[in-house]
């Protein structure tokens, strides 16, 4: 069986979940300790952290999305600026809320320009846009200022 892996340059917050503890100060041993996160739809796999998160989000823009809707990080990262991306392993993945994602796959290398992206974390309000976001959504990450974070996914 072969295992592809891509990594993940992203500017947010690291919210944990999956397999690796909650880093939001709302969570306990339960899960993220927010009143509009359903838990058991989650393990049913009806709809993941992010699929909520994004519902909610858009919900308090005064945007109803279609339930069957596939895409709502995309709706999100129209609308709000921002969306949660999965990172880690599908099967209990785990998020950060972020205003920008570059992916490389593991066949295909990707250039950074380390220059354009603080440029455009400045010019586009990278962190009010996060700050608007986690308030709307009641997250309290752990490390309260967004930062750039290196993400490995299956």
Do not use: C
């Amino acid at each position: 069986m072969t295992i592809t892996t891509s990594g993940s340059l992203l500017y947010g917050h690291d919210l944990g979940g999956g397999d690796k503890p909650w880093q939001l100060t709302t969570a306990d041993a339960t899960g993220p300790g927010l009143a509009w996160y359903d838990p058991a739809a989650a393990r049913a796999d009806v709809a993941d952290f992010a699929d909520q998160a994004h519902r909610h989000l858009l919900a308090a823009l005064g945007i109803h999305a279609d339930p069957d809707l596939d895409d709502l990080h995309e709706l999100a990262a129209e609308h709000a600026g921002v969306h949660i991306e999965r990172y880690s392993w599908e099967v209990a993945p785990s998020f950060i809320l972020t205003a920008h994602a570059t992916t490389a796959f593991y066949d295909t290398p990707t250039a950074v320009d380390l220059l354009d992206l603080d440029r455009r974390r400045t010019a586009e309000r990278w962190d009010e846009r996060l700050t608007t976001a986690a308030g709307h959504l009641g997250l309290a990450p752990h490390n309260p200022s967004p930062r750039w974070l290196l993400t490995s996914s299956q």
